[in-house]
């Protein structure tokens, strides 16, 4: 019975076809709850043999994990041939060992035990990290390779790296004199991350990126967002989008997170020259190309910026590797140093034109479209847009800074001049929003508010 059943299963795959062996497990169920509801958005209808067709993908990747995170162990220092190997024991004593991982519960509290927020409270990137108030913050096992950060609260989570492709995330309260908490072990590998967190949750995917209060791994077209205390939560990208790399933005009290344009390998031909020309024209503001939004994670809502990805790729990237003549794979890619350029920051990037932040009045967006001529403020839950600040021949960046009551201050670089609006929230709600009935955006009052007099 067993042989004619394996059998049936062979023969439908043989001809192109993907059916359920049994009935979806709750996980599978609730990947197509999500699928159906960002179709739905979209006006579109899938078929079953859609929806099977997606299953089956995200199953094939899963296996391919698992037999990458059985490799690995085994061929980790000290692991038994035939037994589960452990991880790395994590300084603050708690292993990720599933058999010695804690609750949910237990890490909350000890994340609520964190000391409060110190009174001075000013944040500074860095190339291998952050300072907080004028002090390098630094880890004794490694370097810190990427980290976030939420200006009200003081929480940062940042991740460390301890060397052979192992990583640990952990987050403490900024500026306050606490041990930092280990609430998860990366592993990276050409295949992507895995994650293991110090609640015995396993995720693995494409991408890691880190948020102030937890993480996100990411597939093709699909995401997962660790809270440490709260557990896990996923959810499916739209058509035609990929999660990116760097949030800078407050995922987990905004509900947003920041997605991109699937964008292929190196084009080629007068197509790929053709596009070259289009990212010039959307670098310098002469047409619109949208390849970043963000992105609802419960709502699915999609809000669209006028910004090109041309200008990421310029970066000091290093450990890099030939794929092919035309493109090369770098490792560290994905980490702080893509960010910068020979001079200091690479201001094109989009970590530096995009930003969001929750605050009293609703969740609001601070981004620098149309070229680099333009800084936007947007209140994500009505869809209002106004523009700030505006510059014919560019904008060299900005800085939109938090305090303890949530409001934001925003400061421009205009030329040889810097420019601020104190309170981007009553600015938002005090200008007329963009209008646009032709595609074109009516010219704002910005020119003559730039100094962020209101």
Not at 21 to 31: F, I, K, N
Request: overall charge neutral; glycine content about 10%; charged content about 25%.
């Amino acid at each position: 019975m067993k042989s004619m059943r394996l059998f049936a299963v062979i023969a439908m795959i043989a001809i192109g076809r993907v059916a359920f062996a049994e009935p979806p497990s709750p996980e599978d169920e609730a990947l197509l709850t999500q699928l159906r509801q960002m179709a739905k958005q979209q006006g579109m209808q899938l078929t079953q043999d859609q929806e099977q067709r997606f299953l089956e993908q995200q199953h094939a990747l899963r296996d391919r994990v698992k037999i990458l995170g059985l490799g690995l162990m085994m061929g980790m220092p000290g692991a038994r041939q035939g037994s589960s190997a452990a991880l790395p024991q994590q300084p603050d004593g708690h292993s990720t060992d599933r058999q010695r991982s804690e609750s949910e519960e237990t890490l909350a509290e000890r994340i609520a035990r964190l000391p409060s927020r110190p009174a001075e409270f000013v944040v500074a990137d860095r190339k291998d990290g952050f300072s907080i108030n004028g002090r390098a913050f630094v880890d004794p096992e490694g370097v810190i390779k990427n980290y976030a950060v939420q200006p009200v609260t003081g929480m940062v989570t940042y991740l460390v790296d301890v060397g052979k492709g192992v990583f640990f995330v952990r987050t403490t309260r900024a500026g306050a004199d606490a041990e930092p908490i280990t609430v998860a072990t990366a592993t990276r590998s050409d295949s992507g991350w895995q994650v293991e967190t110090a609640t015995g949750k396993r995720i693995s995917g494409q991408k890691l990126t880190l948020l102030a209060a937890g993480l996100l791994v990411a597939r093709n077209n699909s995401a997962f967002l660790y809270v440490p205390g709260k557990g896990l939560r996923n959810t499916v990208v739209p058509e035609g989008y990929v999660v990116a790399h760097f949030q800078r933005g407050d995922v987990g009290d905004t509900g947003f997170m920041l997605v991109e344009r699937d964008k292929k390998d190196v084009k080629q031909g007068v197509g790929g020259l053709f596009d070259s020309f289009k990212s010039l024209g959307a670098t310098i503001g002469l047409n619109k190309q949208e390849d970043y939004a963000l992105f609802g994670f419960s709502s699915g809502k999609l809000i669209p910026m006028n910004i090109s990805e041309s200008d990421k790729t310029v970066g000091e990237y290093s450990n890099c590797r030939k794929r092919n003549a035309l493109v090369n794979d770098c490792a560290n890619m994905d980490f702080r140093e893509s960010l910068y350029s020979n001079t200091g920051r690479n201001v094109g990037h989009y970590y530096w034109r995009i930003n969001w932040f929750a605050t009293q009045s609703g969740p609001i967006l601070i981004a620098q479209e149309n070229g680099l001529k333009d800084i936007t403020f947007t209140d994500l839950a009505s869809g209002k847009k106004v523009t700030a600040f505006s510059r014919g021949l560019g904008i060299n960046g900005y800085d939109a800074l938090q305090n303890a009551e949530g409001k934001v201050k925003v400061t421009a670089r205009l030329g040889f001049s810097t420019e601020t609006i104190e309170d981007a929230q009553g600015f938002l709600a005090s200008t007329p929003e963009i209008r646009s009935p032709g595609g074109d955006e009516v010219p704002s009052q910005t020119e003559a508010v730039g100094s962020g007099k209101q």
